[in-house]
């Protein structure tokens, strides 16, 4: 797989989980009278597994983009990761929330194409 095709398989898959995460907090928040959800202390440990893993993926998605010449082999830019990082999550969060109107596939093309602007 390509550089592009792995980045917007990578979002695919995370628009997914905030799409099951967004119907299970509607229900929790539609029926809190009905049932109480209690989070045991393992919940954040998992948690951070899942971003580490999330951030290996992209920095293997990155080398990819390197190896492929899409980018150039740099130093990053400070603080470069949390403003990748708040695009794609602020995106995605306004999509499945209906707030921006656009079909999923050009939401995917608009998040490689502004996180590849800022990788250059």
Same mark, same amino acid.
């Given at each position: 797989?390509?550089? %592009?095709? #792995?980045? *917007?398989?990578?979002?695919?898959?995370? @628009?997914?989980?905030? %799409?099951? #995460?967004?119907?299970?907090?509607?229900?929790?928040? $539609?029926?809190?009278? !009905?049932?109480?959800?209690?989070? !045991?202390?393992? *919940?954040? /440990?998992?948690?951070?597994? /899942?971003?580490?893993?999330?951030?290996?993926?992209? =920095?293997?998605?990155? &080398?990819?983009?390197?190896?492929?010449?899409? @980018?150039?082999?740099?130093?990053?830019?400070? &603080?470069?990761?949390?403003? *990748?990082? #708040? /695009?794609?999550?602020? @995106?995605? &969060?306004? &999509?499945?929330? %209906?707030? /921006?109107? *656009?079909?999923? $596939?050009?939401?995917?093309?608009?998040?490689? =194409?502004?996180?590849?602007?800022?990788?250059?």
């Amino acid at each position: 797989m390509d550089f %592009k095709g #792995a980045f *917007i398989e990578q979002i695919q898959k995370i @628009l997914f989980v905030m %799409k099951d #995460a967004k119907t299970l907090m509607d229900a929790i928040m $539609n029926n809190h009278h !009905d049932a109480f959800m209690r989070f !045991d202390d393992s *919940i954040p /440990i998992h948690m951070k597994q /899942i971003q580490e893993k999330m951030n290996e993926r992209f =920095t293997g998605i990155i &080398y990819l983009g390197v190896v492929e010449g899409v @980018l150039e082999p740099k130093e990053p830019k400070p &603080y470069i990761r949390n403003v *990748i990082q #708040a /695009i794609v999550s602020g @995106l995605l &969060y306004q &999509y499945v929330n %209906k707030e /921006i109107d *656009i079909s999923e $596939n050009d939401l995917c093309e608009l998040v490689f =194409t502004h996180v590849l602007q800022l990788l250059k």
